[in-house]
C-alpha cells in the first residue's frame, strides 16, 4: 500500500530534550515536505526537499533540522525543543516528475514540550 | 510574501450546495489546490487547478481565476461526511513550497 508513515504518533517530552520524527515514504517520490499545524494558523512548511542531499527552508525553519540521506526517508530533527514547538506536524511527500505536484500526507504526530 | 484568504467557519444543509471562496496574494504562481481534513486526521487531496476554468470531480468542483487571484470550491448534494475543514493552498517558487489558508470549518447539519 502507498503510504507516507510517522513515528511516534504521540510524542510527550521535556523542553531541551533532543528528539527525532521519523517520516518515511514508499512511493519513490523526490519531493519530502515538513508542517506543522496550530489552531488559527494552518499548516505552515518547516522545511522541504526536492531529492537526496537537497534541503531547504520553509516558512518557519527555526528550531528544527532535517536530513535527506536516503530518497525515502526524512526525519524531522528538534535539537532543544521548546515549548511553542508544542503542534501537530505532518509530513508530505510528492511525485515531482508528474507535474501534478498533489502532496499525500502522513497521519501526523502530535507533539507536545512542557 | 504569500497570502491566502478563506473564511473561518460555513454552515450548510444536507443536500445542499455550498461554495468555499478562497483569494490568494502570492508569487511565482504555479497552481491551487484544495484539501480536505477531518478533524485529527491528516489533510487528503481534493483538487488542484493550474489553468484558469472549472474542474469537476464527481460531487466536487473547483474554479480558478489567476488573472483574479480567485478559487472556489464547490461542493454538492452534501453529505453529513462532508463535515470537515476545506484547505485551499497555493504552489509557489517553481513548485517547491506550498502554502495553506487557515482553512475553512465546514458544518453541514440536517
Known amino acids: 500500500e502507498a503510504q507516507v508513515t510517522q513515528n511516534p504518533r504521540y510524542l510527550i517530552t521535556v523542553t531541551g530534550k533532543k528528539l527525532t520524527v521519523t517520516c518515511s515514504q514508499n512511493?519513490?517520490?523526490?519531493?519530502m515536505s515538513w508542517y506543522r499545524q496550530d489552531p488559527g494558523l494552518g499548516l505552515r512548511q518547516i522545511y522541504y526537499s526536492m531529492n537526496v542531499e537537497v534541503t531547504d527552508k520553509g516558512d518557519v525553519p527555526e528550531g528544527y533540522k532535517v536530513s535527506r540521506k536516503e530518497k525515502r526517508n526524512f526525519p524531522l530533527i528538534l535539537e532543544s525543543p521548546s515549548p511553542n514547538q508544542t503542534s501537530l506536524y505532518f509530513c508530505?511527500?510528492?511525485?515531482?516528475?508528474?507535474?501534478?505536484?498533489?502532496?499525500?500526507f502522513g497521519p501526523g504526530t502530535r507533539l507536545t514540550v512542557t | 510574501g504569500q497570502n491566502i484568504d478563506q473564511p473561518t467557519e460555513m454552515t450548510a444543509t444536507e443536500g445542499a450546495i455550498v461554495q468555499i471562496n478562497c483569494t490568494y496574494q502570492t508569487s511565482g504562481f504555479n497552481g491551487l489546490f484544495w484539501y480536505q481534513q477531518h478533524a485529527g486526521e491528516a489533510p487528503t487531496f481534493l483538487s488542484y487547478?493550474?489553468?484558469?476554468g472549472l474542474e469537476e470531480k464527481g460531487r466536487f468542483s473547483s474554479f480558478l481565476s489567476r488573472s483574479k487571484g480567485y478559487s472556489y470550491l464547490l461542493l454538492k448534494e452534501l453529505q453529513m461526511k462532508d463535515s470537515a475543514s476545506y484547505l485551499c493552498?497555493?504552489?509557489?517558487?517553481?513548485?517547491?513550497?506550498?502554502?495553506f489558508g487557515t482553512g475553512t470549518q465546514l458544518k453541514v447539519e440536517l
Open positions: 493552498a497555493a504552489l509557489t517558487g517553481g513548485g517547491n513550497k506550498l502554502t
Open positions: 508530505a511527500s510528492s511525485l515531482v516528475q508528474q507535474k501534478t505536484y498533489e502532496q499525500y
Open positions: 487547478n493550474v489553468l484558469d
Open positions: 512511493m519513490n517520490h523526490e519531493y
